[in-house]
Nanobody
Framework: QVQLVESGGGLVQAGGSLRLSCAAS???????MGWFRQAPGKEQQFVAT????????NYADSVKGRFTISRDNAKNTIYLQMNSLKPEDTAVYYC?????????????????WGQGTQVTVSS
C-alpha cells in the first residue's frame, strides 16, 4: 500500500509562489509521479509529471514555464514549485503515483492518490 500526503497549499496573491510537497509512505522510487488539479465545477486536469529517475518531466501548457515538478527519492517526496500564480490556478491539487516508470499525462495510468491540498490565488 502507498499513502500520499500533500502539503504546502494556501492562499496567495496573484504573482506569488507556493511550493507543494507530497510525502509518500510506501515505494515510489521506481514509479513516475504526477500532480493533477481540480477547480470547483470542473473536471480534474493534469498539471505535471516526472519519471521515476527524475530525468524526464512534462507539463500542461497552462503551467509550462511557471511550475516545476521535482522529486527527492531519498526522502520519498515529490514537489511542485509554483511561480507567477494566477487566479485560474485556484484548485485542489493532488499528487499521484503512476503504474509506470515513464512520465505520463494519462490519469488512468495513476493508481494511488493523495487527499489533495487547496491552493487559492486571489486577484
Amino acid at each position: 500500500q502507498v499513502q500520499l500526503v500533500e502539503s504546502g497549499g494556501g492562499l496567495v496573491q496573484a504573482g506569488g509562489s507556493l511550493r507543494l510537497s507530497c510525502a509518500a509512505s510506501g515505494r515510489i522510487v521506481t514509479y513516475a509521479m504526477g500532480w493533477f488539479r481540480q477547480a470547483p465545477g470542473k473536471e480534474q486536469q493534469f498539471v505535471a509529471t516526472i519519471s521515476s529517475s527524475g530525468t524526464t518531466t512534462n507539463y500542461a501548457d497552462s503551467v509550462k514555464g511557471r511550475f516545476t515538478i521535482s522529486r527527492d527519492n531519498a526522502k520519498n517526496t515529490i514537489y511542485l514549485q509554483m511561480n507567477s500564480l494566477k487566479p485560474e490556478d485556484t484548485a485542489v491539487y493532488y499528487c499521484a503515483r503512476s503504474r509506470r516508470f515513464i512520465a505520463t499525462i494519462q490519469r488512468d495510468d495513476y493508481d494511488y492518490w493523495g487527499q489533495g491540498t487547496q491552493v487559492t490565488v486571489s486577484s
